[in-house]
């Protein structure tokens, strides 16, 4: 299993769009995939599940918001099984392809409350590491993902909310990866150094305390992924191409796959349940991009 966290700090770059593609067209290409929505705005949740479905039948009590719940309430061990459900939308499409499945465990517009609680376990906002709860409370997710229910998955992909509170560093904490989407200009690449440096603060800390190695982490930067790229007839346009080379001065490796701006692909993102890269009549050259783009990150996971 490979754990990968999609996250930037700056909102709006395309994270969930990258998240829900990529999770389906692996799936579509016979992996089997689990994609769990870390961010309150739970815009993956509604990538595939509707709305009202979400109201009336796992506000309550099936989503993300309630198994932490029980995380701060237990001893920090918490299963994560009866959270998990199979959208029937895309994987009607995706078995007509083979045996893949791409399943989720949804989001919920209330996890914003468990970031203040979980800040509160942990005796304030500054997260103290001499608290008994940092280490169970930082595993959460990595320990739920170890339990023999989620073996079956190939990739895990976890969309996180553009910040770095405690719902995130579980993600973080959880996961072998991180990519980062990003539109290739100014402030978004800002934002690139900056999250590199928390998440080697984030692994530095934990692994202070993590003083059992089985326990320590090490996640790396799988690259950043360009999107809402926009083409001359001859590549990006110029204005582009200085931000697309930022990641080279800094040392963070890229994908070269870019996926480019396209609204008429992507306003109606998730209307339908079925991202752009299986939807029948999206355009050919905007899938293409999603499709090298997932071929690129399987050779990037499995060299
Ligand atoms: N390549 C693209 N071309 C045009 N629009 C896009 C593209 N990718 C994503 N979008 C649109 O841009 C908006 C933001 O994308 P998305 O929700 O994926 O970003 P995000 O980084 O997850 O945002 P947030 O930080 O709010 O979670 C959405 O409306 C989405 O449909
Ligand atoms: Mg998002």
Same mark, same amino acid.
């Given at each position: 299993m490979t754990v990968v966290s999609v996250i930037n700090y700056k909102g709006g770059v395309g994270k969930t769009t990258i998240t829900a593609?990529?999770? $389906?067209?692996? %799936?579509?290409?016979? *992996?089997? =995939?689990? +994609? !769990? @929505?870390?961010d309150p705005q739970a815009s993956l949740t509604f990538?595939?599940?509707?709305?009202?479905?979400?109201?009336?039948?796992?506000?309550?009590?099936?989503?993300?918001?309630?198994?932490?719940?029980n995380v701060l309430d237990g001893d920090g061990a918490a299963s994560l099984d009866r959270y998990v459900l199979t959208p029937s939308t895309v994987n009607e499409v995706i078995t007509q392809n083979g045996d893949g499945r791409l399943d989720l465990v949804p989001s919920h517009l209330m996890l914003t409350d468990a970031d203040l609680d979980f800040a509160a376990n942990l005796g304030g906002s500054r997260f103290q590491h001499g608290s008994p709860r940092?280490?169970?409370?930082?595993?959460?997710?990595?320990?739920?993902? $170890?339990?023999? %229910?989620f073996s079956? *998955?190939? =990739?895990? +992909? !976890? @969309?996180?909310?553009?910040n770095f509170t405690m719902v995130?560093?579980?993600?973080?904490?959880?996961?072998?990866h991180i990519l980062i989407p990003a539109r290739?200009?100014?402030?978004?690449?800002l934002g690139i150094d900056y999250l590199r440096k928390k998440v080697s603060e984030l692994v530095t800390d934990y692994n202070k305390v993590a003083t059992d190695g089985a326990d320590q982490i090490s996640p790396q930067i799988l690259g950043i992924v360009f999107t809402m790229v926009q083409y001359t007839g001859h590549g990006p346009l110029l204005a582009l191409r200085n931000f697309i080379g930022h990641p080279a001065t800094i040392?963070?490796?890229?994908?070269?796959?870019?996926?480019?701006?396209?609204?008429?692909?992507?306003?109606?993102?998730?209307?339908?349940?079925?991202?752009? =890269?299986l939807m029948p009549d999206a355009n050919p050259n905007v899938q293409y991009e999603l499709q090298q783009l997932a071929s690129e990150f399987l050779a990037k996971i499995r060299p």
């Open positions: 593609n990529l999770g $389906a067209e692996l %799936a579509h290409r016979g *992996y089997r =995939v689990l +994609l !769990i @929505d870390l990538s595939f599940l509707d709305p009202t479905m979400w109201e009336r039948e796992l506000a309550d009590d099936r989503t993300i918001l309630q198994w932490f719940g940092y280490l169970p409370l930082h595993r959460a997710l990595a320990d739920a993902l $170890a339990a023999p %229910a079956e *998955y190939q =990739v895990v +992909l !976890i @969309d996180c909310p553009p995130t560093r579980t993600g973080i904490v959880a996961s072998d290739p200009d100014y402030l978004s690449t040392e963070i490796p890229r994908f070269q796959q870019m996926i480019r701006d396209s609204k008429t692909v992507f306003a109606g993102a998730g209307e339908q349940g079925l991202p752009a =890269v």
